[in-house]
């Protein structure tokens, strides 16, 4: 498989084929710009990691060198980023960076985000999550109704892209789905073991 990178508006996608191992791996990267560090990272590991490019600008990395896991490695280029990496699923082939949040910010529940997007997309077989890639932005108004959906990277699927930014746009987020969150919030939908029949069991 081909690497691909894609730039969308102030956000940087990047992509490659193998999935994060849990056994150690020799790093050999030099100091550098954090998003230089997270793209050798990508290449290195083969990790999808999707960020808001402001919030790296102007952020050094330290040098890796040596053999670590993928996760320590990960946390030493992040080491006094004021980021953390979130990891979509439990293979960990894929993660977005977020802010380190102050010790009296509230909780962020990701498991009512995540569970809340999975029942909502189940109800249309079409969007069911588990065999397609895409990634998307939301903005919610004060009760929680999507106000505006933004495509960052298509599902490759022109009818499925239009389906899934239409029932988003209708979607309502549950108070615990969106305490503490800034918005917008940043949705990386990936393939799961299973597919969508293993998601949407008992959904629909």
Known sequence: ?????????GW?????????????????????P??????????????????????????QAPALRGAFEDQDALAHLLAGSGLEAAFSDSRQRAFTLRRLAPS?????????????????????????????????????HPDGRVRQVKLLASTGVPDRDRQLQRRLGQWQLAPAARQGREQPVTLLLTPQPGGPAAQCSGER
């Open 12 to 32: 940087l996608v990047l992509a490659a084929a193998m999935a994060m191992a849990a056994e150690r791996r020799q790093f050999d990267l030099p100091a550098a």
């Open 34 to 59: 954090l998003h230089e560090a997270l793209e050798a990272f990508s290449a290195a590991t083969g990790m999808a990691v999707l960020y808001p490019r402001p919030w790296v600008d102007g952020q």
């Open 104 to 140: 009296a910010a509230p909780v962020v529940d990701d498991r009512a985000l995540a569970d809340g997007l999975r029942r909502w997309l189940c109800a249309t077989p079409l969007l069911a999550p588990g065999d397609y890639r895409a990634a998307l932005q939301l903005w919610w």
């Open 1 to 9: 498989m081909r690497w691909q990178r894609i730039a969308c508006t």
